[in-house]
């Protein structure tokens, strides 16, 4: 009955959980994904020239970026946007995901312990009562009447 | 290693590598500004899972060498855990490319390397659909074995698809002369891998158990108890 709600469920996680987690993919890369960051007349986060991080201090000199640059040159702060909005996102995600598949894992191992250990007991106590009765019927015969002298 | 003490440690190396990249390393880079420390979770994930594919795919060879049950345990559970990089490779890819290429370019299909990566997530997604569909038993380690290794022959055509599409934007390698950085990206990798490791025991443990379960309902049934 257990092993049966476990498998069922286990089947429903597992057919849902691609679906959901693309649909959340989808959502995030999706262009029309809202830019709360931006000014209204923004036309790309990465054209910050135009319109700006909120809180964030304008960069001087273009920094439309066609492709991440694969050397990483230090700036100092003023020079770029920090973008903490996207940076807080990802990493909260990463963090939210990690501990949720950890306490997951680590919940799904203890029941299963739990079951293991019920089942064992179970067996063995189950084994002891069906011999039990054969030991007790051979005992109440009684053993065979020793000859008298 | 004990399980705890693997999981004491990947955590708490995951915790260093959060406090370098908020105390030690630049605010910022180049164009992208400070939206490059998303890499530091971003390279990490996608090496790791890259490699857990991999190792799935080795112990699927060994299962169909061998027969052994324990690695179809293993690949499975490396592969869950690579599913669960992959995502995080995915998703923090996607949230980087937003301030960095625009939205209009942080669309999966507008890169061969996001779009590969999409393929591959799609295809162990699938094993672990075919898995779940099937009774347990031989039939299904085998079928996963074989699975397992075709899915595992896409992986290298993952890492290599920016070499072989001319058109992509993602970059082959990333690298800095900063100290700093590249220790936290070396640092944050292996962080990662000691985490995933622990997450790939704690599976294995845990497939482990639901065999005990059905052996021991098994042997319910044959003792007619």
């Known amino acids: 009955m257990y092993a049966c709600g476990v498998s069922i469920m286990k089947r429903s996680i597992f057919s849902i959980a691609p679906f959901a987690v693309a649909a959340v993919i989808a959502a995030v890369a999706n262009p029309a994904f809202p830019q709360a960051d931006n000014g209204p007349g923004a036309k790309t986060p990465a054209s910050v020239d135009e319109g700006g991080l909120e809180g964030e201090k304008k960069p001087s000199g273009s920094s439309i970026v066609s492709a991440p640059p694969s050397v990483f040159q230090i700036t100092g702060k003023s020079e770029a946007p920090s973008f903490k909005k996207y940076v807080f996102w990802a990493y909260g995600f990463v963090c939210f995901f990690l501990f949720l598949f950890y306490t997951l894992c680590i919940l799904q191992s203890r029941k299963l312990e739990k079951r293991v250990n019920y089942l064992q007991e179970r067996f063995e106590d189950a084994c002891a009562a069906k011999e039990a009765p054969e030991e007790t019927g051979k005992a109440a015969a009684g053993p065979p009447a020793a000859p008298l002298p | ?225």
């Open chain 2, 1 to 225: 290693m004990r399980l705890q003490l693997n999981n004491l440690l990947g955590w708490a190396m995951v915790i260093v590598t959060l406090a370098l990249v908020g105390f030690w390393v630049p605010s910022g880079v180049n164009q992208i500004g400070g939206s490059y420390l998303i890499f530091f979770f971003h390279f990490p994930s996608a090496l790791n899972c890259m490699e857990l594919f991999l190792v799935a795919g080795v112990c699927s060879i060994l299962y169909l060498r061998n027969k052994n049950p324990s690695m179809d345990l293993w690949a499975v559970s490396a592969i869950e855990v690579g599913m669960l990089g992959c995502t995080i490779t995915l998703v923090t890819g996607a949230i980087w490319a937003m301030p960095a290429w625009g939205p209009s370019d942080a669309w999966i299909t507008s890169d061969p390397r996001l779009l590969s990566v999409y393929l591959m997530w799609l295809t162990y997604a699938a094993y672990l659909a075919l898995r779940v569909s099937m009774e347990q038993g031989k039939k299904r380690e085998l079928f996963c074995a074989v699975f397992g290794v075709l899915a595992a022959l896409n992986v290298p055509f993952v890492y290599f698809s920016i070499r072989i599409f001319a058109d992509a934007k993602h970059p082959m390698e990333v690298g800095s002369s900063s100290f700093a950085i590249k220790f936290t990206q070396w640092f944050g990798w292996a962080s990662f891998l000691v985490l995933y490791i622990a997450l790939v025991r704690l599976r294995r443990r845990h497939y482990q158990r639901c065999r005990q379960v059905d052996q021991l309902q098994e042997d319910f049934n044959r003792a007619r108890i």
